[in-house]
């Protein structure tokens, strides 16, 4: 019997502290992010779209030597067209990146032997057709562009 | 209500209207005040209650429609006004229509039984705290009604489940009650009231000889409102919404109506059977002190009464919405366990006490 109530008192000394533990929540802020008008603060390593570097004079680093594509866990996402140029150095003539197939793992980025493939901080990716899901060559030098103007106004 | 009545009858008298309308018109305004104060209560509660639990787990609550969310409610109270009816297939008609109205007229009634102020007391029964009890399980007989009418056994069970709860959780309210009855010697609401007045501040709130009962009426107002933690019969991650699945549209409107203005009306009656109802905290009336003992003091003291037993009631829904964010759901073998074996010897203990007390400290 005492032992019932002791446990009992124990009970009820959790409640009230449980109580006193909810109310405390009032006092702080919502963590929630009223969306479209708010953005959250993304992470320096947050993995977006892809976009390919350029340097200063506008010509891409990659040289199509089809390492992204090799590391490419989902087959099929990256294609590359290999191209000569005149002073005989490969660049790729077409690249393009299925974002319907990707996984947004960031291999490529990881395992590109010239830095020429990045992510940007884009997240907002929806669209109503498929197709427009297909990143070409253009589309990925624009993406770097636009980025860089991001991180200058920031 | 002579003074208000006296005021009334000047106001008709300024636009050359006969004594006659007034004398037919004033015993309807209250029915009409508070028809329209329920209705709009209820819609801000709803959204008080959204808030206030967004609130609690660090959310914003509902902030797109209108200024800080506030037509929320006026919104989804239209989205349910345009909704079809739906009546089931072998569901029986005419229950069925009227579950929903049984479940809401009686909380209609009793809203008129509380004192408001000491003028606003229009429905004085000399056994108001128990026709109160009465009707207020009225609307338990709607939910069986509910239940058996939509020709669903989830839906029957659900309301099987509900009214064994409420049921079982009247009796210690009951105990409580009379333990309050004993104490201010009086069953009318207005004199339950009265009888809390002291000379000093809040000290004769009846709170302070039976903590305990108030506590046992808290959790049985949890448990007959059907709210968290006692919220089983209508447990929204695991049963859908009990006897309301069949309902829709309108039909499923004066439910969730119902249910929230009994929440509110069971607040102010707690409110007014412990927390000194309309009665002032501070032993004064503010009104008074600021606008003196004249014209204008006394009539403010009316509002001022009003403004007193909604406090004391919106502190009690906050408590409730506490308790919702803060406390899990119980099982059903617990919870008709502690009915039965804790709150009812809990209540018997609570009125032993309260006799003890009333016997020896007021015996003549």
């Known amino acids: 019997m005492i032992k019932k109530i002791t446990k009992s008192f124990e009970y009820i000394v959790a409640l009230v502290l449980g109580h006193l533990t909810v109310l405390k929540h009032i006092f702080k802020k919502p963590v929630t992010l009223e969306y479209p008008e708010k953005k959250a603060v993304l992470n320096e390593n947050f993995r977006g779209e892809h976009a390919l570097v350029t340097d200063s004079g506008g010509n891409l680093l990659c040289t199509a030597c089809g390492t992204c594509q090799r590391v490419c866990p989902s087959f099929g996402t990256i294609e590359i067209e290999k191209d000569k140029n005149e002073s005989g150095k490969f660049y790729p003539k077409n690249y393009s990146i299925d974002l319907n197939k990707c996984i947004f793992c960031g291999n490529c980025v990881n395992y590109c032997p010239f830095g020429a493939i990045v992510m940007t901080k884009e997240y907002e990716l929806s669209n109503q057709k498929k197709s427009s899901l297909i990143l070409d060559i253009n589309t990925l030098k624009s993406n770097y562009s636009d980025s860089i103007i991001e991180k200058k106004e920031k | ?364």
């Not at chain 2, 429609?65 to 072998?90: H, Y």
């Not at chain 2, 007989?141 to 020709?151: D, Q």
């Not at chain 2, 039976?210 to 695991?238: H, K, Q, T, W, Y």
């Not at chain 2, 069971?266 to 606008?291: D, E, R, V």
Request: glycine share 6%.
């Open chain 2, 1 to 364: 209500m002579n003074y208000l009545y006296y005021l009334y009858i000047q106001f008709l008298a300024k636009y050359h209207l006969p004594e006659a309308i007034g004398m037919i018109t004033f015993p309807l305004l209250p029915f009409i005040i508070v028809a329209v104060v329920l209705i709009v209560m209820v819609i801000f509660l709803v959204l008080l209650e959204r808030k206030v639990l967004a609130i609690f787990t660090q959310r914003k609550g509902p902030n797109r429609v209108g200024p800080w969310g506030l037509f929320q409610t006026i919104a989804d109270a239209i989205k349910l006004l345009i909704k079809e009816n739906i009546t089931p297939v072998g569901a029986e008609k005419f229950m069925f229509t009227l579950a929903p109205l049984l479940a809401f007229i009686p909380v209609m009634a009793i809203w008129g039984l509380i004192p408001f102020s000491a003028e606003f007391d229009f429905i004085s029964y000399s056994v108001g705290a128990l026709l109160f009890m009465t009707i207020a399980s009225i609307p338990i007989l709607a939910i069986l009604l509910a239940g058996y009418a939509s020709n669903n056994k989830y839906s029957l069970l659900g309301s099987m489940r509900s009214v064994a709860q409420a049921i079982s959780y009247e009796l210690p309210f009951v105990f409580v009650l009379v333990a309050v009855v004993v104490l201010a010697s009086s069953m009318n609401l207005g004199q339950i009231v009265l009888a809390q007045t002291s000379v000093y501040p809040f000290c004769g709130w009846f709170i302070f000889p039976s903590f305990l009962g108030f506590l046992i009426v808290f959790i049985c107002a949890l448990a007959e409102l059907n709210r968290c933690p006692f919220d089983l019969p209508e447990a929204e991650s695991e049963l859908v919404s009990g006897y309301n699945t069949e309902y829709s549209g309108m039909r499923f409107a004066f439910f969730f109506l119902a249910e929230y203005a009994m929440m509110f009306i069971m607040c102010a009656f707690i409110a007014t059977l412990f927390l000194g109802g309309y009665l002032s905290p501070f032993g004064f009336y503010l009104s008074t002190k600021i606008f003196g003992n004249g014209h204008l003091g006394q009539i403010l003291v009316y509002f001022e009464q009003v403004f007193w037993i909604f406090l004391k009631t919106f502190f009690l829904i906050f408590c409730m919405m506490w308790v919702r964010a803060t406390l899990p759901r119980l099982k059903s073998n617990q919870l008709m366990g502690f009915a039965w074996k804790v709150l009812l010897p809990a209540s018997l203990l609570n009125l032993l006490f309260v006799c003890l007390y009333k016997y020896f400290l007021f015996a003549k």
